[in-house]
């Protein structure tokens, strides 16, 4: 795998749906061997979206091409870590779209493959490149906030007609329902910012849709130190909401929206001061949208070029899915793909 590093990174998407096309979006200028789908049309449609590149539905044809160097996968849950899998052990490197599996074990699997074909994976966890969220990054990397306490993360959406009827609500296409879907950006974002969980509660459930998982789930994460990480995602929420506080004994930082129904992407730093009272307040909007894709992507090619362990990766994404499993045990909901 070394010789990626002498010459241009040639890439396969696999799954030609909205993310599939945000992710080749994501590669212009790069080169795109195949866009590869089960339905034919769709593979052949997102094609035409780049020079050269060529339609597919049999991915494992695809992973036979020894020119095939990085691997984006972009399927449904159930699906991810199958192809994820076999791309791996085909010595490709791997970009799977978050959850990467639907439980823990499925991603284990993949990172003892990965140890024996030296293939990288990382997951994708692409909140962590908003603008408002590497500004966070780098104000608490600087001591802006001097030690961190607590964080506090809300993120949800109303779902739409029909919504209890598409695949996120089959456990066994989705793994799970608004926890495996939205919440694992926010327990992924709380793990980045506070480190690795050490106790983990809480409860999901299901208040309002017609379906067999959940629509909400409320979250109490701790670490070793005792801070603390308190999540609540929703699809109930009517209003698509994105809410990120962190608390810092000096000073806090508030993240409003992601931009689109979410609302202007913000960052409000509230700094405390000698006298405390009224803080300092200093506010960042980022009305132009995110890079997030495009920059994922760009980490990822130093990752592979520079034989950089990727992060977030498998480690990062195990330890979310673990979360989400001990969620769902507590809440007696099934965790898919488990002795199936």
Known sequence: MSATAERPLNFAVIGCGLIGRKRVAS???ESILYACDLDAARAADLAKAAPGCRAATDYRAVLADKSVDVVVVATLNASLATIALDAVRAGKHVLAEKPGALNAAQLREIAAAADKTGAKVRLGYNHRYHPA????????????LGPLMFLRGRYGHGGR???DREWRADPQLSGGGELIDQGVHLIDLAQWFLGDFATVD??????????PVDDNAFLSLRTAAGQTAWLHVSCTEWKNLFSLEIYGRDAKIAIDGLGGSY???????????????????TAFEYPRGDDSWAMEMREFMVDIRQNRTPSPGLREGIRTL???????RRSGFPISGVNA
């Open 133 to 144: 969220l590497q500004k966070a990054r780098a104000l608490i990397d600087a001591g802006a």
């Open 27 to 29: 590669l212009k200028g």
């Open 202 to 211: 809480g409860h999901a459930a299901t208040y309002f849709w017609d379906m």
């Open 322 to 328: 673990e979360i989400v499993e001990a969620i769902y």
């Open 263 to 281: 609302g202007t992407e913000r960052l409000t730093f509230y700094k405390m001061l000698p006298q405390m009272g009224p803080p300092e307040t």
């Open 161 to 163: 007609k029909g919504y």
